[in-house]
C-alpha cells in the first residue's frame, strides 16, 4: 500500500495515508502518457484560421472591361484570385485537429501519471488550506512555509477562497478532482492534494 504523510498549513507532518495502490503506485509506461498528453494539445488546437473565397468577397460581378481590342487578358470577376483583394484559393478555414483515445486508455494515464509523481516523491498530502477571506497574500505565505515550487493543488472543488487567491500566483493552480488530467499532473513539479479530495480521487478512478 502506498503511504504517504499529511502535513499541514506550516509544513508539519500530523498524520499518515494509504493510498491505493491500483491507483497511485501502477507501472508507468512513457507511450500512453505521451499519446494521452498528445490527444489533450491536439483537442486544446484553435483550428479557427478562415479566409476568404471567391465567393465570400464581397464585388460586383460586372465584367470590367470589354473582351477583345484592349489588348489586356481577358476580364473577369474583380473577385478573382488572381486580383488584388479577390478570393484566396485553398486557403485555411476553421477545422477540429481533436482525436480521441478510448477511455480506458485515457483512465490508465491518469493513474500512470499520479503513480509518477509517488513515485518521484513529487505528491504531498495536506490536511486542508483554510483561507477567511479571498487574500493572495495569505496563500503564498503558506505555500512558502510548506516549501512548494511549481504546484498543482487539487481540491474537491467547495474551497473558492483558495481557488480565488491562488489565482494570480506565477506557477501555481488549484484544480478540482473533476478537472484532474494527465497534461497538468505532468506539467507541475508537485502534486499537492488535499486530503478530502482523495476519496474523490479514489472514486473517479476505481471504477
Known amino acids: ?42 483537442s486544446r488546437r484553435s483550428g479557427t484560421a478562415c479566409v476568404k473565397n471567391r ?3 464581397r464585388g460586383s460581378t460586372r465584367k470590367l472591361f470589354r ?9 473577369g470577376s474583380v473577385r478573382s484570385p488572381l486580383r488584388r483583394g479577390g478570393g484566396v484559393v485553398f486557403g485555411p478555414h476553421p477545422k477540429s485537429w481533436g482525436y480521441k483515445v478510448p477511455k480506458k486508455v485515457r ?11 509517488f513515485q518521484d516523491q513529487s ?34 472543488g467547495g474551497n ?18 473533476e478537472g484532474l488530467n494527465v497534461y497538468d499532473i505532468l506539467k507541475y513539479e508537485t502534486l499537492l492534494i488535499l486530503e478530502s479530495s482523495i476519496k474523490g480521487i479514489e472514486g473517479r478512478l476505481s471504477a
Open 1 to 42: 500500500m502506498a503511504v504517504v504523510d499529511i502535513i499541514n498549513v506550516t509544513g508539519d507532518k500530523v498524520s499518515q495515508i494509504e493510498l491505493a495502490d491500483d491507483i497511485f503506485n501502477v507501472t508507468v509506461n512513457g507511450n500512453v502518457l505521451h499519446e494521452v498528453v498528445r490527444m489533450q494539445l491536439a
Open 55 to 57: 465567393s465570400d468577397v
Open 67 to 75: 473582351q477583345k481590342g484592349t489588348g489586356n487578358a481577358r476580364p
Open 107 to 117: 483512465r490508465l494515464a491518469l493513474k500512470m501519471a499520479l503513480s509518477s509523481k
Open 123 to 156: 505528491l504531498r498530502v495536506i490536511d486542508k488550506i483554510e483561507l477567511d477571506e479571498i487574500k493572495t497574500k495569505k496563500f503564498v505565505d503558506i505555500m512558502n512555509k510548506i516549501e512548494a515550487g511549481k504546484t498543482l493543488i487539487i481540491s474537491d
Open 160 to 177: 473558492i477562497n483558495l481557488e480565488l487567491s491562488a489565482k494570480n500566483v506565477p506557477g501555481i493552480k488549484v484544480m478540482p478532482t
